[in-house]
Nanobody, 121 residues
């Protein structure tokens, strides 16, 4: 199983960025797919997750970020709008077959390598 996250980069505050996560060795439709992020010196934080038709967002990104998936090609995207300086972090995609929509690192079993998002103020 491999998750490949990409799409990070440098963006000005107020701008937008779209991250993608390509999965191989796993059928995305059978998994809860999520995005987490980790800023320097901070713990890894839940951002968003998608399971079937349900989505869940962390409080700090509600109304600004949107998670979506394309089960046909096993990808999960994170559209990030109205970016703030505090959104600067390495963003990771993750997958689990756990029940519900977990918002903590365990029980996610599979993790991508991370993609850096830098928001300039």
């Amino acid at each position: 199983v491999q998750l490949q996250a990409y799409g990070g980069g440098l963006v000005q505050a107020g701008g937008s960025l779209r991250l993608s996560c390509a999965a191989s060795g796993v059928t995305v439709s059978n998994y809860v797919m999520a995005w987490f992020r980790q800023a320097p010196g901070k713990e890894r934080e839940f951002v968003a997750a998608s399971r079937w038709g349900s989505t869940y967002y962390g409080d700090s990104v509600k109304g600004r970020f949107t998670i979506s998936r394309d089960n046909a090609v096993d990808t999960v995207d994170l559209q990030m709008n109205s970016l703030k300086f505090e959104d600067t972090a390495v963003y990771y995609c993750a997958a689990t077959r756990a029940i519900g929509i977990p918002r903590t690192r365990p029980p996610y079993d599979y993790w991508g390598q991370g993609t850096l998002v830098t928001v300039s103020s």
